[in-house]
């Protein structure tokens, strides 16, 4: 009785479990949007290749400017002939429908925001997406009697060859990698000596 009542629960399980592997296949949804180049090769590039433009240089009917702003703040003010996708909302069909246009057009999409550090996240998203038609307009934007004012801000570069020093320094490690043993320290511990009573009463 007992067996009969164990291979019950075992048949239930198991066709329990094959259903929810089936409702999980039916379900299952691919994403609209895969990265098809990974975080560390895109910095790789990014430290080579030049990305950034300036704002005299983006006067092109080659370039489209995309500001990555908020709504109102682009309402408040925008630069001429610029269209309005804010970062949270890049992946917007509607958005990359037009990224994919620009692409097949041979277009440069120029993103800037309040600054260039305000464009990166949207530039790094769409460059791992395979939009290699983008880059990021070296401005920093203000307001003056509700007027926008757009200047260029100087970028920082590196001096120094960073990817030569990281394997420089890799190969020395390399070639001095002896293990040294080191003594443990040996701690002294101090004893504290207890005071002698002075003898009490006389002779």
Do not use: W
């Not at 990974?38 to 080659?62: A, Q």
């Not at 620009?102 to 305000?118: C, F, H, I, R, V």
């Not at 307001?143 to 060859?161: C, G, H, P, T």
Request: proline share 3%.
């Amino acid at each position: 009785m007992k067996e009969m009542e164990k291979i019950q629960r075992i048949s239930i399980v198991s066709t329990l479990f094959i259903l929810v592997v089936i409702i999980g296949l039916l379900t299952y949804k691919r994403p609209k949007n895969i990265f098809t180049i990974n975080t560390k090769p895109s910095l790789e590039k990014l430290t080579t290749d030049n990305f950034f433009m300036t704002i005299e240089n983006s006067n092109n009917s080659n370039f489209q400017l995309i500001d990555v702003r908020s709504s109102y703040e682009f309402e408040k003010g925008h630069l001429e002939n610029a269209i309005n996708m804010a970062t949270p909302d890049i992946l917007d069909e509607e958005n990359l429908s037009i990224f994919k246009e620009l692409k097949n057009k041979n277009k440069t999409a120029l993103l800037y925001g309040k600054n260039p550090e305000d464009a990166n996240p949207a530039f790094l998203i769409l460059y791992q997406l395979g939009y290699d038609n983008i880059k990021i307009l070296t401005i920093e934007t203000s307001y003056f009697q509700n007027k926008l004012i757009a200047k260029n801000r100087e970028v920082e570069k590196s001096e120094n060859d960073i990817q030569a020093f990281i394997t420089e320094s890799a190969k020395n490690s390399d070639a001095t990698s002896e293990i040294k043993t080191v003594q443990p320290v040996k701690k002294a511990i101090l004893l504290q000596q207890k005071k002698k009573k002075k003898a009490e009463g006389g002779c």
